[in-house]
């Protein structure tokens, strides 16, 4: 079975693209719990990278995927930006289910590129977390996952037989 761990970056200066020292921090004591990875990708801004590498992680390569928010994603928030909230936008709105699709077939690749028990670190954005979940298991309610993600947070995708089975949070 292959795993693909996705979480959201560490905590940022409050004015600056950069992680803040307490970032780093936190970054670094989740790192300590961490196995090793075949592969690391993140979004190309400086506080995604900047997290794998305090979590102890070298970058393999970044993807523009995992930074691009854009506007016309319909997101209402009543859930506190959680799980529910990326399911009923994917399903209702078109901006949204392109996107969410886009990231499907993205970790999809990732997941068969994967040696056989292999796994994968993916550092992106809040929203992006949620939604990825929700566009790698599209079928599955995963609204026991809750609320939003929050800084270093995310969820662990199981993938088995060519398709994702399974999605754990991570909470810090």
Partial sequence: MKTIEIRRHSIRSYSGQNLSQAGVQLARQLGKDMTGFERVVTSPLPRAIQTAVAMGFAVNETADLLARFEQGL???????????????????????????????????????????????????????????????????????????????????????????????????
């Fill in 74 to 172: 319909a997101i209402d928030g009543s859930a506190g930006g959680g799980f529910q909230d990326y399911s009923y936008a994917v399903r209702n709105n078109p901006a949204t289910a392109q996107f969410a699709q886009e990231l499907a077939d993205f970790y999809q690749k990732l997941a068969q590129d994967l040696p056989e028990d292999g796994s994968a670190l993916v550092i992106n954005h809040s929203g992006i977390v949620e939604l990825s979940a929700v566009a790698c298991l599209p079928n599955e309610n995963l609204d026991h996952l809750g609320g939003s993600i929050h800084y270093c947070e995310g969820v662990r995708l199981k993938w088995n037989n060519g398709a994702f089975t399974s999605a754990e949070i991570l909470r810090v």
